[in-house]
């Protein structure tokens, strides 16, 4: 069983930056793809990002391409989503899931793909 836990979400101002973090306890880290989803007040959660097992592969959203940046550090257990020139509607909660996998595929932007999810965090951006 693999617990996954996110923090480092706040409060930002339209421009600013917050980094994200993914901590994962329990099973092999380096055995899982990791991935960031958020979700909108009425809404079903949706893709952001995704990295590879190694951290050498990242996929983003088009929404998301050049602002915000995901990382690993596979000694540490842990996974970090920089967001730089954030928006309003960067406003959702964030969640940090994870899929234990051989190879990433086209299901890495499907929800239910994952295995493991966090409780999420809050972003809030104001105009």
């Known amino acids: 069983q693999v617990e996954v836990v996110e923090s480092g979400g706040g409060l930002a101002q339209t421009g600013g930056s917050l980094t994200l973090s993914c901590a994962a306890s329990?099973?092999?880290?380096?055995?899982?793809?990791i991935a960031w989803f958020r979700q909108f007040p009425g809404k079903e959660r949706e893709y952001v990002c995704a990295?590879?097992?190694?951290?050498?592969?990242?996929y983003y959203d088009d929404s998301v391409t050049g602002r915000f940046t995901i990382s690993r550090d596979n000694t540490k257990r842990l996974a970090n989503l920089r967001m730089n020139d954030l928006k309003p509607e960067d406003t959702a909660r964030y969640y940090c899931?994870?899929?234990?996998?051989?190879?990433?595929?086209?299901?890495?932007?499907?929800?239910?793909?994952?295995?493991?999810w966090g409780q999420g965090t809050q972003v809030t951006v104001s105009s």
């Open positions: 899931a994870m899929k234990k996998t051989r190879t990433m595929t086209t299901d890495l932007e499907i929800a239910a793909w994952y295995d493991y």
């Open positions: 329990g099973g092999t880290f380096s055995d899982y793809a």
């Open positions: 990295i590879s097992k190694s951290g050498g592969t990242t």
